[in-house]
């Protein structure tokens, strides 16, 4: 049912560093060719080797933080592309209205790894370790810091649905009143704690991703940071004013690690970001899918969009076949593409986010209509919705639409 007509919360062009991009335009080019060469076998500390799209760290700029962490070198590369917009928001509204929501999975933990191995052999922690880097928050407290901010700065750990979730929680501090513009979206790194961690879930391919194949066999992880300016004024000039016109949470609290194998709970989410937006599932153009790759995952996702979605043969595609499993930036990245989708439609391009497999289904899931290389739009794309469905059944869907002209 739909509800009431909701405070319009738009969106700032986005900024966005990943090994599939190191701003949305390469981003872009990656997604819509199937360029996977950002995925590379990698060894850890540990001697095993994975597939995983890490970025160079010689790519990264140095920053004036507390702590001085790769992964806060990643978030301010992305933000630094977002400046203008950050900066335009807290002249218009004043530091004190301008809040932060961001999402993620890591704590340092390229840090923490070799800091608990020399205390496991030695005893003792090296001198320069800090708890803190440890700590969640920084993340969110970093951007309130560099940027003079002084609203709410909040972070999330929903694990790989915590950008998206951070998203439709700045979308509701605006329409609350505590904000008039949040910088939001999430930073993730494909660490060798989080690479051996799913290893030991057994949840890692041993080959690049092939989500929805009948032979996939896991995930690839990646490296990410994404973020945007949300406000109640359209900030962005340069194009086609893009809306955040519905979101969904829903939790399975299904299994610690597993989902619902029936999709029940993703595919109220999608309902709840449906309804959100007053639209119905026939006024979606394209849907960006969680798409991990893993037999659990893929299985109840293409139950859920049946459920949905029904004899609405939407184009859909998983992007993580470019870009790995971002992990807690992945709703954020993912948004993004989305958001890039709406603006280059809007210029009559035919281009759209392509999956990279093997094209083998699975017959025992629901057939969707998948993009593959080659695909092309036929018509303009004015609505998308963007899946991602986490550890604990912690499930958030995003839609994004071209406001009306």
Not at 211 to 228: Q, T, V
Not at 277 to 289: G, R, S, V, W
Not at 299 to 306: D, G, I, P, Q, R
Request: glycine fraction near 8%.
């Amino acid at each position: 049912m739909c509800t009431k007509a909701l405070q319009k919360i738009y969106f700032s062009a986005p900024g966005v560093f990943s090994s599939a991009g190191k701003n949305i335009d390469e981003l872009w080019n990656a997604v819509c060719s199937g360029d996977n060469s950002g995925i590379k076998k990698i060894k850890t500390l540990s001697g095993k080797e994975f597939f995983a799209g890490r970025v160079d760290d010689c790519d990264l700029p140095q920053v004036n933080a507390r702590l001085n962490m790769k992964i806060i070198r990643m978030e301010a590369a992305s933000l630094f592309q977002i400046e203008k917009f950050i900066l335009d928001a807290k002249e218009k509204y004043g530091a004190e209205r301008v809040a932060v929501c961001a999402g993620s999975c890591d704590n340092g933990s390229e840090l923490s790894l070799a800091g608990h191995r020399r205390f496991f052999e030695e005893g003792e922690f090296p001198a320069s370790y800090k708890l803190e880097y440890q700590c969640a928050d920084y993340v969110a407290s970093f951007i309130s810091e560099h940027y003079g901010l002084a609203a709410a700065s909040l972070a999330f750990t929903t694990a790989c649905a915590s950008s998206a979730a951070a998203i439709s929680k700045g979308a509701e501090l605006i329409r609350s009143g505590l904000a008039d513009a949040v910088v939001a979206g999430g930073v993730d790194l494909a660490s060798d704690t989080v690479l051996l961690g799913f290893d030991a879930l057994e949840s890692i391919s041993p080959q690049k991703t092939n989500p929805f194949s009948k032979n996939r066999k896991g995930i690839s992880l990646g490296d990410a940071a994404a973020f945007f300016v949300l406000s109640r004024d359209n900030l962005f000039k340069d194009g086609i004013p893009v809306l955040l016109s519905g979101s969904g949470q829903s939790s399975d609290a299904y299994h610690i690690t597993s989902p619902d194998p029936e999709g029940s709970g993703a595919a109220r989410a999608m309902q709840d970001a449906l309804d959100e937006a007053c639209l119905c599932a026939e006024d979606i153009d394209y849907l960006n899918l969680h798409g991990t790759g893993t037999p659990l995952n893929d299985s109840m996702e293409s139950k859920a969009v049946e459920k949905v979605f029904g004899k609405h043969r939407l184009l859909c595609s998983s992007t993580k076949s470019e870009t790995g499993h971002t992990l807690g930036a992945a709703g954020a990245l993912e948004a993004a593409v989305c958001w890039k989708l709406i603006q280059e439609s809007a210029k009559g391009s035919s281009k759209i986010p392509v999956q990279v497999w093997d094209q083998e289904r699975d017959e025992a899931l629901p057939e969707l209509n998948f993009a593959g290389k080659g695909a092309s739009l036929t018509s303009r794309v004015k609505n998308c919705m963007s899946n991602s469905f986490a550890f604990g059944g912690s499930n958030s869907v995003l839609i994004l639409s071209a406001e009306d002209e």
